[in-house]
């Protein structure tokens, strides 16, 4: 089975914190994308990396940045938390492709900033 | 500006009964078009996907969808529900903008199954 790691189910941190969440994905995907859950707002892309050391802005990249070292790991950086990061965070993977599409999510990251 | 939407925020089904989820978009041309599930507590799984040729696409979990171009519709049904089914689906619509590819995220619609 593929698996969408997520490192961390629950985190609460307090404001003005550097956060790191992290994604490891086993399948040997191209593409990984980081989303921001809210209830009534669907997903908006943060991030998205289609190789090593690429990435590009999704919708919502203010306060966040990223980084991929290693093809299947992708970490997200909050540089200073606020709260109005609190958020569910959601890692995604797929091969590379046409319409690339996220395929396989990992179970999400719940992040409490306080 | 493209968007989409999912009307419903919360419907409610009988068990053994009918499903019908609604998606609509708003784009000028055809564009990629995915029904996602989220489990409670899981991350989001890929029911079915629309690229091109038929307009009826069948999914996983006995799920399937209609493209329909006319209504810019494309809408997810299940001919009988059963309680595993409750969880929150989400509609995404692919477009190209500026010779970028965006994916647009519906709402979500919670599905609650009455026993």
């Known amino acids: 089975d593929v698996k969408v790691t997520q490192s961390s189910r629950y985190l609460v941190k307090r404001t003005g914190e550097k956060v790191f969440l992290e994604c490891v994905q086993d399948?040997?995907?191209?593409?990984m994308f980081w989303y921001r859950q809210d209830p009534g707002l669907g997903l908006r892309l943060i991030y998205f990396?289609?190789?090593?050391?690429?990435?590009e802005k999704g919708d919502i990249p203010e306060g966040y940045s990223v980084s991929r070292e290693k093809k299947e790991r992708f970490s997200l950086i909050l540089e200073s938390a606020s709260t109005n990061q609190t958020s569910m965070y959601l890692c995604?993977?797929?091969?590379?492709?046409?319409?690339?599409?996220?395929?396989?999510f990992g179970n999400g990251t719940r992040l409490t900033v306080t | 500006a493209q968007s989409v939407t999912q009307p419903d925020i919360h419907i409610t089904v009988s068990e053994g009964a009918s499903l019908e989820l609604r998606c609509n978009y708003s784009?000028?041309?055809?564009?990629?078009l995915f029904w996602y599930v989220q489990s409670p507590g899981q991350g989001l799984q890929l029911l079915l996907k629309?690229?091109?040729?038929d307009t009826l696409v069948q999914g996983i979990k006995g799920f399937e969808a209609e493209f329909k171009r006319s209504q810019s519709s494309f809408n997810l049904r299940k001919p009988s529900v059963h309680w595993s089914d409750a969880a929150e689906y989400f509609c995404?619509?692919?477009?190209?903008?500026?010779?970028?590819?965006?994916?647009?995220w519906g709402a979500g619609t919670k599905l609650i199954i009455k026993p």
């Open positions: 995604a993977s797929s091969p590379l492709g046409a319409a690339k599409p996220p395929l396989h």
């Open positions: 399948m040997d995907h191209e593409n």
């Open positions: 990396s289609y190789d090593v050391k690429m990435k």
């Open positions: 784009y000028g041309a055809t564009p990629y």
């Open positions: 629309y690229f091109s040729g």
């Open positions: 995404a619509v692919g477009f190209v903008m500026d010779s970028n590819y965006q994916l647009i």
